[in-house]
């Protein structure tokens, strides 16, 4: 079973940018046990705050010569964590300092262990994730078709032993220390999510209808509204969302509209709830900068402009905001239907071509590199999708690299069979990124037969959607 840690890497929010960006962290990693013919990656990843897209900060070759490889780096983002063989560890750091970890390759989760600086806390984060994954069950219809009796008892039993773990490593600590508070949270979240969720999917998987006491969501009074760091934890976000659904539930009513003006309705309900709950700006412009960014997405661009300029005012720091004003900024240049922008590409072969010379094909590019994992994940899946079509359905596959090691791009193109054009922008990859908004890999764009802009953030080949998509393009 894949496991994936919930990571957080935390830079304390009162030291200046220009400090942040000084920032130096060694990171000496030992594995033990390593006999594989094929040299593994480590990969450094951090995730946006606002859209969860990975971006790899740096990443390593193992040398199985040596005891340590070490990854340096500088941080540039409150979320990071380390992957290696598809298991993400976490990792927290707040100052200058030399951290050491070591695994075994044939037993890596369980075998984690840190030293050196913050080891405390990164220690305390690999026990509490081995503590979830040995208490949840492996599927939730286990769970939330238990009697509400066993199902309290249960939760309340994981929110003790998280609890033990927690004063475990914290004794030590200053308790209002940013992470520890942010953890603190993070744990009530994980305990409060599974209270949200249990009576309607109790419902759904028994189709039984449970009598709730009449104080049973009381609970709902202890979600913190004011303090930043909650909203690190992934946990708290996803709380948010399932308070806000609930609290929208409650007050809504029925009424004759169309689709359009039903997602219209909700979505100001949903403002006007983030604006009257909380009041610290920080996890309010957060959740505003969600919204907006929804908006976007549903083609409310003339709603979302009126929103932008009224909450512009509203938050001192801006600190979400310009995800939601760039991305308004992506789609007014590359929205549907806009014309495709011209570009310049050297395939492998060293023939130079235009992208409008393929006009009057359907084109599907994708955006990727070596260096991101999750571009070289989505590989077969492409191959995949492209065996699903024939030649003469007109569309075209190009896989174009982002980055300048040319022969570390051709030895993998050699050694690994990626269907389609593979080729390298010839123009520098930042025009490139400046005209279609690449800001991390990968990234996919579909390019109609007219030239057009069918869909500038095209799903993963690896999702459900991108196949009958394409196939839907085609066939129009």
């Excluded at 990969?43 to 990443?59: A, G, H, V, W």
């Excluded at 004011?226 to 007050?251: G, H």
């Amino acid at each position: 079973m894949k496991h994936i840690i919930l990571v957080s890497f935390l830079i304390i929010g009162i030291y200046s940018k220009i400090y942040s960006n000084q920032l130096s962290i060694s990171l000496y990693c030992k594995i033990s046990d390593y006999k594989e013919s094929k040299i593994k990656t480590i990969y450094l990843i951090r995730k946006e705050k606002i859209s969860q897209e990975e971006k790899t900060i740096t990443f390593v070759n193992i040398d199985t010569s040596k005891e340590f490889n070490i990854i340096k780096f500088k941080p540039e983002s409150t979320l990071l964590y380390l992957r290696y063989d598809n298991i993400d560890i976490p990792l927290f750091f707040e100052t200058n300092g030399v951290a050491y970890i070591s695994f075994s390759h044939n037993n890596i989760f369980k075998s984690i262990k840190f030293s050196g600086y913050n080891a405390a806390i990164n220690n305390y984060l690999i026990a509490k994730q081995i503590k979830l994954d040995s208490l949840l069950p492996n599927d939730i219809k286990s769970l939330y078709s238990l009697s509400p009796e066993n199902f309290y008892a249960f939760n309340n039993n994981v929110k003790l032993e998280l609890d033990k773990i927690y004063d475990r490593f914290i004794l030590n600590e200053k308790k209002d220390d940013l992470f520890w508070l942010y953890q603190k949270y993070d744990n009530f979240s994980i305990w409060a999510i599974k209270m949200m969720l249990y009576p309607s999917y109790h419902n759904h998987f028994t189709k039984e209808k449970i009598n709730l006491a009449s104080n049973y969501y009381s609970f709902l009074d202890q979600i913190p509204l004011t303090k930043n760091p909650a909203l690190l934890s992934q946990k708290y976000i996803q709380l948010l969302s399932e308070y806000f659904n609930f609290k929208l539930k409650q007050n809504s009513k029925r009424l004759n509209l169309t689709i359009k003006e039903e997602q219209i309705e909700e979505l100001q309900k949903r403002y006007d709830l983030i604006m009257s709950t909380f009041k610290g700006d920080d996890v309010k412009e957060f959740l505003i900068t969600q919204l907006l960014i929804t908006y976007l997405n549903l083609g409310f661009e003339d709603i979302f402009e009126k929103k932008i300029l009224s909450v512009k005012s509203k938050f001192k720091s801006n600190k979400y905001l310009h995800f939601a004003i760039n991305k308004q900024r992506s789609l007014k240049a590359i929205g549907y239907g806009r014309d495709a922008p011209d570009f310049t590409f050297t395939d492998i072969n060293g023939k130079e071509n235009k992208i409008s010379s393929f006009f009057g094909n359907f084109i599907f590019i994708n955006v990727w590199t070596l260096g991101c994992h999750p571009s070289l994940d989505e590989l077969p899946f492409l191959n995949n999708i492209q065996d699903q079509f024939q030649k003469n359905d007109k569309l075209i596959f190009l896989n174009l690299y982002q980055e300048n090691d040319k022969e570390n791009w051709i030895y993998y193109l050699n050694t690994n069979n990626i269907k389609g054009i593979n080729a390298i922008a010839s123009e520098s990859n930042s025009k490139f990124n400046e005209k279609y908004f690449i800001d991390s890999t990968p990234r996919y764009i579909i390019i109609d037969k007219n030239g057009k802009i069918a869909d500038a953030y095209a799903p993963r080949p690896s999702s459900n959607e991108l196949l009958p998509l394409l196939k839907e393009l085609i066939a129009k």
